[in-house]
């Protein structure tokens, strides 16, 4: 190769990387890439995986109302798997699955997965939620599988806000509605005005005579 050729070579090579490490940078400030949900915790054993799994309690501190638990479990197996329970270690609190359609027991299908959390997808709900969690914790949930039986991990516990609201509870509780306070009114006599039919004590009565 001659010198020339050389030189051309390695100035197209220079472009090449300067493009590449603008346009990786463009791509890490991004508002796309800012708004990537965190990672959060996940496991695997045997053929089963599960990841980003939450328990997600109400946005507001303190309320009342269900929590839920969010994750998404992947079959890698060659034979589909139902979810038949999760728990929460240490907490006697059940958590309710409903499947995203019909009323059967949630499915993982043999080389698939399953969302739970959020509009359209399975749910596991945990009814008492406040009472059983709280924000800024560390739960241990166990997904007991089918076929894999016991898979435990470690979840944080956090509100439905920012990232986490649209996988957050369906059920969120309003504050009670004061109702108006009854005010006692006079009854009036006739004409509108107040009847008088009393006379009045401590005045003198005319004496005859004077």
Do not use: W
Not at 38 to 60: C, E, H, R, S, W
Not at 119 to 139: C, F, H, L, P, W
């Amino acid at each position: 190769m001659s010198r020339s050729l050389r030189r051309g070579a390695l100035a197209a090579t220079a472009i090449v990387f300067s493009i590449a490490s603008l346009s990786a940078c463009g791509a890490g400030n991004d508002a796309q890439t800012l708004g990537v949900r965190p990672d959060n915790a996940a496991v695997t054993v045997d053929d089963v995986k599960i990841q980003n799994a939450l328990v997600i309690t109400q946005p507001t501190a303190g309320a009342a109302g269900p929590a839920v638990v969010s994750a998404t479990v992947f079959n890698n197996g060659s034979a589909p798997q139902t979810l038949d329970s999760i728990t929460l270690a240490g907490a006697s609190s059940p958590v309710k699955l409903k499947a995203a359609e019909g009323t059967g027991p949630i499915t993982v299908p043999a080389g698939g997965s399953v969302v739970i959390g959020g509009e359209g997808n399975a749910s596991a709900t945990i009814e008492n939620g406040r009472e059983a969690v709280k924000d800024g914790g560390v739960q241990e949930l166990v997904f007991k599988l089918s076929q894999t039986g016991d898979v435990s991990l470690q979840a944080f516990v956090v509100p439905a806000n920012s990232y986490f609201k649209e996988y957050g509870p369906t059920v969120i509780p309003q504050p009670p509605t004061a109702s108006p306070t009854a005010t006692a009114t006079a009854t009036p006599g006739h004409g509108g005005e107040a009847s008088h039919g009393a006379t009045p004590s401590g005045e003198a009565s005319p004496t005859a005579g004077h």
